[in-house]
């Protein structure tokens, strides 16, 4: 726990920093410079692109992951055909996709044109969009099975948003039109693409060999099967993950998705700490299955459930207890984020709640029940999704991923505790929810003054000061008081 503990809070740093880029865009300028229904176009062209790429990329980044060492340790460089290989499926699935979307034209157009009009206009840009962050993806992952992870990073984190927000500048200073916008925001990823070669060539790593290697021949078989297994699940991930933004679109127009996707973003924040932990955690979990270290999976469960769980309190009790204060920086045509932000902070908490269940299944002989739960998940999420729409609207959106979620976890636990008697749950969990409970209900209490902004300084600071009081006092985590003690030392030698 210890080098997953020390990873996961610098990883988590950097990530927030893209996040802090995102939330300027999405709470700042897109609310302030752009419509609602042109906000929700440019989400809407986020989530249909990533769902083209999950259907499109065939398994192709965790073949990459999985086969570089071969080529490595069996090729010179000058016969090295591994990028070569990396660009096939892409290109193959960039023209498959390119004409599917031409194909499906017609028909999205007319299950989108009445709620949607802004989307049929410019639909035919997200052929481009769709087709360079494909390429973009394929190169990225070259990139980390390289070790060369940072310049990547920094692209999509922060020049892709520091791009959109000059975009929207351009726009609210009348240089560029809102067609201007969709047609350089389709073509976004290619400045990244550009980029990226530009690097990989400095670095004397793109090299494109046209003739095929033995280590191609030989595995070929091998690589296709394993993308094939994989396939289906990046294809699963990238609905559950974007279906609902595409079904708003249709059902409720593109303002909804404006509003909706704000409430989105507002929430992800909670699961920063489980991305960066995942990451850390998976090579440690991998290696105590292959030890058959039970006692180390089922310590790293229940901590990283206790971990994750004050981390997504935390995080949701600092964002509900200033959401008033959000919602006055957004302005009053967003004031529907408040409920979307309540039930899908709840299933963001509920989710890392749980632990690492999906690294322990993943990296289990058991990975295919890890499969099979978010085969569960989805035939859960997508009909919820798309009823309760029609039913409640946005608000119905994040009632389905809140118990479609609840459910896949609830799956995934009940599997672990009966087949390997892990329990990550004990008093400490039920003391941890009710100490975050009092400090959300103590901290909103604290907005006394007529300032908007010296209520959200006393009421952060108060659910803080509680919050992290209590859970320091009681001990709750012995990682975050080990990591308190640590700190306070180096401070102390300073």
């Known amino acids: 726990m210890g080098v997953i503990r020390k990873q996961g809070i610098s990883t988590s740093l950097l990530i927030y920093f893209g996040f802090a880029l995102g939330a300027f865009n999405i709470l700042?300028?897109?609310?302030?410079?752009?419509?609602?229904?042109?906000?929700g176009l440019i989400f809407l062209f986020v989530a249909v692109g990533k769902i083209v790429l999950g259907f499109a990329s065939f398994g192709n980044t965790s073949i990459m992951n999985k086969f570089f060492p071969y080529y490595t340790t069996y090729l010179r460089k000058d016969e090295n055909d591994f990028l070569s290989v990396s660009l096939i499926l892409p290109v193959i699935g960039i023209l498959l996709s390119t004409l599917f979307l031409n194909f499906a034209e017609s028909?999205?157009?007319?299950?989108?044109?009445?709620?949607?009009?802004?989307?049929?206009?410019?639909?035919?840009?997200?052929?481009?969009?769709?087709?360079?962050?494909?390429?973009?993806?394929?190169?990225?992952?070259?990139?980390?099975?390289?070790?060369?992870?940072?310049?990547?990073?920094?692209?999509?984190?922060?020049?892709?948003?520091?791009?959109?927000?000059?975009?929207?500048?351009?726009?609210?200073?009348?240089?560029?039109?809102?067609?201007?916008?969709?047609?350089?925001?389709?073509?976004?990823?290619?400045?990244?693409?550009?980029?990226?070669?530009?690097?990989?060539?400095?670095k004397g790593l793109f090299r494109l060999q046209f003739s095929i290697s033995k280590v191609t021949r030989r595995l070929k078989g091998k690589m296709l099967?394993?993308?094939?297994?994989?396939?289906?699940?990046?294809?699963?991930?990238?609905?559950?993950?974007?279906?609902?933004?595409?079904?708003?679109?249709?059902?409720?127009?593109?303002?909804?998705?404006?509003?909706?996707?704000?409430?989105?973003?507002?929430?992800?924040?909670?699961?920063?700490?489980?991305?960066?932990l995942s990451a850390i955690a998976a090579p440690v979990i991998s290696q105590a299955w292959k030890d058959k270290d039970l006692n180390l999976i089922h310590d790293i469960y229940k901590k990283t459930a206790i971990n994750q769980l004050l981390a997504a309190l935390l995080l949701f009790g600092g964002i509900w207890v200033n959401i008033d204060f959000i919602l006055s920086v957004l302005g009053e045509n967003y004031s529907g984020v408040k409920e979307v932000v309540l039930l899908l902070g709840i299933a963001r908490i509920i989710d890392l709640g749980f632990g690492q269940n999906a690294e322990i299944l993943h990296n289990s002989k058991y990975w295919k029940f890890n499969?099979?739960?978010?085969?569960?998940?989805?035939?859960?999420?997508?009909?919820?999704?798309?009823?309760?729409?029609?039913?409640?609207?946005?608000?119905g959106s994040?009632?389905?991923?809140?118990?479609?979620?609840s459910l896949f976890n609830l799956v995934r636990y009940v599997f672990l505790w009966i087949k390997f008697g892990f329990q990550p749950f004990n008093f400490k969990t039920l003391l941890t929810l009710a100490f975050a409970f009092i400090a959300i209900i103590v901290g909103s209490q604290l907005g006394l003054t007529d300032s908007k902004w010296i209520n959200l300084v006393l009421q952060s600071t108060g659910f803080l000061v509680l919050f992290s009081g209590l859970t320091l006092g009681f001990k709750l985590s012995e990682d975050v008081n080990l990591l308190l003690i640590q700190s306070w030392n180096r401070v102390l030698k300073k």
């Open 371 to 395: 499969f099979l739960s978010y085969v569960v998940l989805v035939l859960t999420f997508l009909p919820t999704n798309y009823f309760l729409i029609k039913a409640y609207g946005i608000q």
């Open 107 to 202: 028909f999205v157009l007319q299950k989108t044109l009445e709620k949607s009009p802004l989307f049929a206009s410019y639909y035919h840009w997200i052929i481009p969009y769709s087709a360079f962050l494909i390429l973009y993806t394929a190169l990225e992952t070259y990139s980390y099975t390289n070790y060369k992870a940072e310049v990547p990073s920094f692209l999509r984190e922060v020049i892709l948003r520091l791009l959109t927000s000059v975009l929207v500048i351009l726009v609210f200073l009348k240089v560029l039109s809102f067609s201007g916008l969709i047609a350089a925001y389709s073509l976004i990823y290619l400045v990244l693409v550009i980029a990226l070669i530009l690097y990989l060539r400095s």
């Open 28 to 39: 700042v300028l897109f609310a302030k410079y752009l419509s609602q229904e042109q906000a």
């Open 225 to 276: 099967l394993f993308g094939s297994y994989i396939y289906g699940g990046l294809i699963i991930s990238a609905l559950a993950e974007n279906a609902d933004t595409f079904f708003i679109g249709s059902l409720a127009g593109l303002g909804s998705v404006a509003v909706y996707q704000t409430g989105h973003f507002i929430s992800t924040i909670i699961q920063v700490p489980y991305r960066s």
């Open 398 to 405: 994040a009632i389905s991923n809140l118990a479609s979620f």
